[in-house]
């Protein structure tokens, strides 16, 4: 009986995710799908930031965790601002990169040169992952999401540089 539960909230779930987004007169379906996915992804990453500000005492984590906030809070809302985009959409679909709730509960319990270290790691998975998302519409129509998703790649690929040096301490 449980195994038949579960198989129909995953379905539930599945069905909620599967949903293809329609293109409109200003984006196409990818353009769209990528902000859907895109928008979590990046919550995701704020999150974790907020975590570091308040659970790390590196000075470079503490900047790096700024940073990521200061960057990925206005696209989140550009993102949400195009025409057609439901942002909950994907909210439990897990992308490239995304750390398990696990994950996350083990950055809340950490600290210092060991939160660091969770951090780094978690964050390197997580940017690699939005730069295989953002690759995806890097020759969209839209002038728009091809110039964000340019900027998240050359953006995430030089903080990724910056972290895989930074984590070599912990």
Known sequence: MKKLI?????AFLLAGCASTPKANSLFSAEDIQFAEEMIPHHEQAVLMSDIALTNSTSDEVLALARDIKAAQAPEIEQMGSWAGVRASTHMGHMMDGMLSDEQIQQLRDSEGATFDRLFLEGMIAHHQGA????????RSAHKEVAALAAAIIE?????????QELIKFY
């Open 6 to 10: 579960l198989l129909v909230i995953a």
């Open 155 to 163: 953006a995430q690929e030089k903080e990724i540089a910056f972290m």
């Open 131 to 138: 730069i295989k998302m953002a690759q995806k519409v890097t």
